[in-house]
């Protein structure tokens, strides 16, 4: 697909320019965010924009959806320029910004939602909102895609491709939008999901529609994209066709990172026969998973593959006390426990690494010691008061050994990266001395070389303690664990194997079959 | 970094300070006697107190609205014990007593059968104040009070200070320790901020609550009590006066320091209390001063709302590049 704009000539590539943004500069105080950056885009052309947490992507968003204005640069949109000082003169141009979570209003239904802002075809207070006709228009642009959804359905009521597609048509309610782009949509949705929203993008294509595409996830710029874009350190490091990448064997990960090395995963452990710290027993929540049973062991990952909405995320909390398991047995250490909350699974051994660390994980506005030693107050205190230096002595130890950048204690975890953040959970975990640790999506929203640190700091923890993974990415389940279990729809699919096939992981996990067994 | 960025506020704090003395000096120079700072710490130890309470509910992200009429109940509670001759440290605990169970309910109404917690304390406040007028009708009380001992409160001095401020620095001093020195203050911390992340790293967040509401309520009534030291006689409105000074105090505080602590609490406290007492002592009618207060909280939330700094940030250009 990519074949006829990648052999396209260089002078009928500037004729097709919707977009051509050069000399973009953007400063924060000493910071200097983008330095001289210039980016392009073609009609009609889907153009991912690549780059590790802080390579200054998002930055250039933000200034295309005039949201920051930029300190220097010109930026043209169909031939005449534009200065996009605010988010309303972006709209005017024809920019449309899908964020990666969309802010939608719950209440409201899918149409209301689309022409949220526009109900009426007059301003004033009393313009009235005519709830058929806007049935009626929204109605009439989702039949331009080969896509079925309810639209009078409340949002909250959705699922997160069909609010990922809600938002889309909102961002698509101006007759002239010309440049989309989504931020991250495939974040929170399922293989099926990204299949139907990568259906949606194509036939925005087709129709000329611009989209800037923004991944952490490499494969996806294979599938999809015509061309890509990397960023780095603030500078535009690269840009290529998807069909000269493949013809030159380019690699992507490379040229994101400064080294020269991609994401790699540490050695698989050659002990197989440690003892079992963590058994289920036909586990079960009723409506969220089933006859769940494995057994996990000092000495090796146990990695669980199931995607959003497999039940892998409850299982994760029921293991952890935030869900009471309504059948079977948890048993730790040889004895079965029943946890009431997640402070009892804590003072048992247990510790999560929670899939969502923002909302789950971490306390934002405070600092590394602070959430380094919150899991642990009475290691963190003597007699009740806190031993302030001992902690930070502590807390600096396992930022270290985590490798967080930058090694800076005192600061707010507002201020790291996704991946710097995600470690600071894992030295809490380290500072708190469970003897099983439950890593959930540990790598969602972190850049490649913060990847094979966590992946290397799991192994390294696995050695002594019992680890399991739960991700929703096959990829890493498959990479990271020595022994894997694929969920499907609440039901495990096949037993626990050593040494599993990646597809057939795949399988289990997105189609719930097991090759040469029964299916589900 | 972080400590520059406290000299700053420490200076702003100090420069406030100073602005206000020299405002109400110019007009009248009783206000810097000895006679009128004494008067004036004694107001800031009832409000102080009242507002070193609701500081913690504010930490885990709360509202209480009920302290007032809590608080009302607790001065009633305290002058009928001493009405009825029971001996001072009976009736003084009876009136914290009275405090803490309102506390309790509150906390346990919002953390843990998760009602909302602007109206339901509205209701125990109301509750309150219902109850307060069992002991006597409405009508004051202030039998045995001379008898009683409880004037002391207010007159005696410990080590060169009134008692009242006295009380004032220890219950700070107790606070601060609970709140920033020991396990439990990151664990009120932590809640606020993201509860459901405190949740999951083990702190025991609606126990927390319950706890801040308590304390709240108790310091109430602890504030109320050094009030009715002062005016010899048990009101069933005296606490309503507490309401808006203590807001004003802990906002006041939170935007000055960047978040809502002891210190904090204190340093909102002084200011709040040396204008309400530069307005009484230029004879300003009391509603003008509640005007003032409020204004000046509103002023303070918004400074501390991160939004609303950011976008009054974003209207000043300039002072975004000078931080």
């Known amino acids: ?520 | 970094m972080i400590r520059n960025q406290l000299i700053w506020r420490l200076g702003a704090f100090a420069a406030l300070v100073a602005l206000i003395t020299v405002l109400f000096a110019m007009q009248n120079s009783a206000y810097v006697s000895e006679g009128n700072i004494r008067a004036l710490m004694r107001h800031m130890s009832v409000q102080g107190l009242a507002a070193l309470g609701l500081t913690f509910v504010i930490v885990v992200r709360h509202f209480d609205l009920s302290f007032p009429g809590v608080a009302s109940l607790g001065a009633m509670t305290l002058g009928w014990l001493i009405a009825i001759g029971m001996p001072l440290w009976v009736a003084v605990t009876g009136g914290l007593a009275m405090g803490f169970a309102f506390g309790l309910v509150n906390g346990i109404a919002v953390a843990r059968l998760g009602l909302p917690d602007i109206v339901t304390t509205i209701a125990t406040g109301g509750l309150a104040i219902g109850f307060s007028y069992f002991y006597s009708n409405g009508t004051s009380i202030s039998q045995n009070f001379f008898m009683s001992g409880l004037l002391d409160l207010n007159d005696s001095k410990i080590i060169g200070l009134d008692m009242p401020f006295a009380i004032l620095i220890g219950t700070a001093l107790i606070a601060c320790l609970l709140l920033h020195a020991s396990r439990f203050g990151a664990g009120f911390y932590a809640t606020g901020q993201n509860r459901l992340s405190a949740r999951f790293a083990g702190v025991p967040t609606t126990t927390l609550i319950i706890l801040a509401f308590a304390l709240c309520a108790t310091l109430a009534s602890l504030s109320i009590t050094l009030l009715v030291a002062s005016s010899g006689a048990a009101n069933v409105t005296a606490g309503n006066q507490l309401l808006m000074p203590a807001f004003a105090a802990v906002y006041l505080g939170a935007a000055l320091f960047g978040r809502p602590s002891v210190g904090a609490t204190l340093s909102g406290t002084l200011l709040m209390s040396m204008m309400l007492n530069g307005f009484t002592l230029l004879a300003i009618p009391y509603y003008y001063s509640d005007a003032i207060v409020s204004t000046v909280l509103i002023t303070a939330i918004a400074i501390f709302d991160p939004r609303i700094s950011a976008a009054l940030r974003r209207l000043w250009p300039s002072q975004r590049q000078a931080a």
């Open chain 1, 1 to 520: 697909m990519a074949e006829g704009t990648g052999t396209g000539t260089r002078a009928g590539a500037e004729a097709g320019e919707i977009l051509s943004m050069s000399g973009i500069e953007k400063r924060f105080g000493d910071v200097k965010a983008l330095e001289n950056v210039g980016f392009d885009l073609r009609h009609g052309e889907i153009h991912a924009l690549l780059g590790v947490n802080g390579a200054g992507k998002s930055t250039l968003i933000k200034i295309l959806s005039g949201v920051y204005a930029k300190d220097g640069g010109v930026i043209e949109i169909g031939g005449e320029s534009y200065d996009l000082g605010s988010p309303r003169a972006a709209i005017e141009a024809g920019v449309a910004v899908v964020q990666q979570h969309p802010e939608l209003v719950g209440d409201l239904s899918g149409a209301e939602n689309i022409f949220l802002g526009s109900e009426a075809p007059r301003p004033g207070l009393f313009a009235r909102v005519n709830r058929r006709d806007i049935a009626a228009r929204a109605a009439q642009l989702l039949s331009r895609f080969p896509i079925e959804i309810d639209l009078s359905r409340k949002v909250a009521d959705m699922p997160a491709v069909e609010r990922e597609i809600v938002a889309i048509l909102h961002a698509l309610r101006l007759e002239n939008t010309r440049i989309l782009i989504l931020d991250e949509p495939t974040s929170t949705l399922t293989e099926r999901e990204k299949a139907s929203l990568f259906a949606m993008m194509a036939m925005l294509k087709a129709r000329g529609i611009a989209i800037i595409y923004i991944t952490h996830r490499l494969e996806e710029v294979y599938e999809i994209a015509d061309r890509f874009t990397v960023f780095r350190g603030g500078r535009n490091v690269a840009c290529h066709t998807v069909a000269e990448a493949r013809a030159r064997d380019i690699s992507i990960p490379n040229l994101m990172l400064d080294s020269k090395t991609g994401l790699t995963f540490p050695p698989r452990s050659d002990r197989a026969d440690g003892e079992i710290v963590l058994e289920t027993r036909g586990l079960g929540v009723e409506g969220l998973f089933q006859d769940v049973s494995f057994q996990a062991r000092k000495g090796e990952i146990l990695g669980i593959f199931g995607l959003v909405g497999s039940g892998v995320d409850e299982l994760s909390k029921a293991l952890f006390g935030a869900i009471r398991p309504d059948r079977g047995q948890i048993v730790l250490k040889g004895r079965e426990t029943r946890f009431t909350s997640p402070a009892q699974a804590l003072k048992a051994g247990v510790f999560l690494v929670p899939g969502d660390r923002r909302t789950e994980g971490l306390t934002l506005d405070e600092n590394v010691v602070f959430n380094t030693v919150l899991a642990n107050l009475s290691r963190a205190s003597a007699g009740g008061l806190l031993r302030f230096g001992a902690n930070r002595r502590a807390a600096t130890e396992l930022a270290q050994k985590v490798d967080l950048y930058p090694l800076k204690p005192d600061r707010n975890l507002r201020g790291f990266s996704g991946g710097n953040q995600q470690k600071v959970v894992i030295a809490r975990g380290l500072y708190r001395e469970a003897d099983v640790y439950i890593f959930v999506e540990p790598t969602v929203g972190v850049d490649i070389g913060a990847r094979s640190r966590i992946y290397a700091l799991m192994r390294e923890i696995s050695k002594d303690k019992a680890v399991i993974v739960i991700s929703s990415d096959c990829d890493e389940v498959h990479g990271v664990a020595d022994r894997t279990l694929a969920l499907y729809r609440g039901r495990p699919i096949g037993a626990p194997m050593r040494g599993e096939d990646r597809d057939r992981l795949l399988h289990a996990g997105i189609m719930g079959s097991e090759t040469g067994g029964k299916a589900a």
